[in-house]
């Protein structure tokens, strides 16, 4: 919990500065109006000097400020920032901190000043990996980091991990940092989010953050997640009800049944009702069912055929018998069982 109010303590820092070095300080962080921060070209353009003598007068601003005795009397305010981020994993997303600490855009920017200038917090850039980050120890950052690459290098497209064992999976990798990586679920959650490889949808199930299992972009995406989620087959009208419900986002019902029917990983196991390939399900009308347990089990009565279709299908048991008739594709042997026709 955060006890002090950061624009009275940031502005004492900078009292005894020049009113241009003040301005300078304030257009720079944002700490006016609409939160607002300018460039170095902007600045200078206004005083008339070049962007470098800008960040010069920045510079010197900042190191008079740390020297300043009201900076010395702040210790306890930058102590509990370092508290803060150590209760929050030690390392964490730089939006993250400040939307914790205040959800005004003009308080937050006085917060990150106090960032800037405390001598014991580190502040890692985004790149293509990582969000921009703060920190008290740099080897621990390093040490997420490694973890967080080591176990999302060989990641595919479709790969999909629930949140609760890409913790275990953390911690497996982890084991070599015990020293520093702690057990504890809420800090690994918050080091996982600091990752822009991975990303989670909204299922809290994670994958590569290029991922459409990730990044979800029309239908056939929604219906896959839903439908996996639902973990049994469903009628494409409840798939479109639940894309509604779950994403916000309008799913006409002959839409996502034509979306269903042209995606292989759907198979349609009833009437209207989808299932997932990767489940198991084959593709293909009952008859072709038919033919392709008989071409993998060989000679089979009329109630074994019967029992495993409908492990693949919900139809009604005379459904495959009307197949099963039909000796164009099928034969019955004098002991009763069925192969496919020659």
Not at 14 to 40: C, H, M, N, W
Not at 221 to 243: C, D, W
Not at 312 to 324: A, I, Q
Request: glycine content about 6%.
């Amino acid at each position: 919990m955060i006890t002090f109010n950061p624009k009275q303590i940031t502005e004492t820092f900078f009292a005894e500065l020049p009113k241009r070095s003040q301005d300078i300080i304030v257009r720079r962080y944002g700490l006016s109006g609409g939160a607002q921060k300018s460039t170095l070209d902007s600045i200078g353009k206004k005083y008339g000097i070049t962007r470098e003598r800008v960040r010069q007068i920045e510079n010197y601003s900042l190191k008079n400020a740390r020297k300043s005795k009201a900076f010395e009397d702040a210790g306890a305010s930058f102590g509990e920032l370092a508290d803060l981020i150590k209760s929050t994993g030690g390392v964490v997303a730089e939006e993250d901190l400040l939307n914790y600490l205040s959800e005004d855009a003009l308080t937050q920017n006085y917060f990150y000043l106090l960032l800037v200038l405390g001598a014991s917090f580190a502040r890692e850039k985004e790149d293509s990996e990582f969000r921009t980050r703060w920190f008290l120890d740099p080897k621990l950052s390093e040490d997420i980091s490694a973890v967080l690459r080591e176990i999302s290098k060989n990641w595919t497209n479709d790969i999909l991990i629930p949140e609760s064992e890409l913790v275990s999976l953390f911690n497996k990798q982890a084991q070599t940092y015990q020293s520093r990586l702690k057990n504890n679920e809420e800090d690994i959650k918050r080091w996982l989010a600091l990752s822009k490889i991975i990303g989670k949808n909204s299922f809290d199930e994670w994958g590569l953050a290029v991922s459409p299992n990730i990044k979800t972009r029309g239908i056939r995406s929604y219906a896959y997640l839903v439908v996996r989620q639902h973990g049994s087959p469903m009628h494409f009208t409840e798939v479109a009800k639940k894309i509604q419900e779950h994403f916000n986002k309008k799913a006409h019902i002959a839409t996502c049944h034509n979306e269903l029917i042209k995606d292989e990983r759907f198979v349609l196991v009833g009437r209207g009702l989808y299932a997932l390939t990767e489940w198991g399900y084959s593709q293909g009308v009952v008859r072709e069912v038919i033919r392709d347990i008989l071409k993998k089990k060989g000679f089979l009565s009329k109630e074994e055929i019967i029992k495993q279709v409908l492990k693949e299908r919900y139809v009604k048991e005379n459904t495959v018998l009307v197949n099963l008739q039909n000796s164009n594709f099928f034969k019955k042997k004098a002991d009763g069982t069925y192969a496919v026709a020659n």
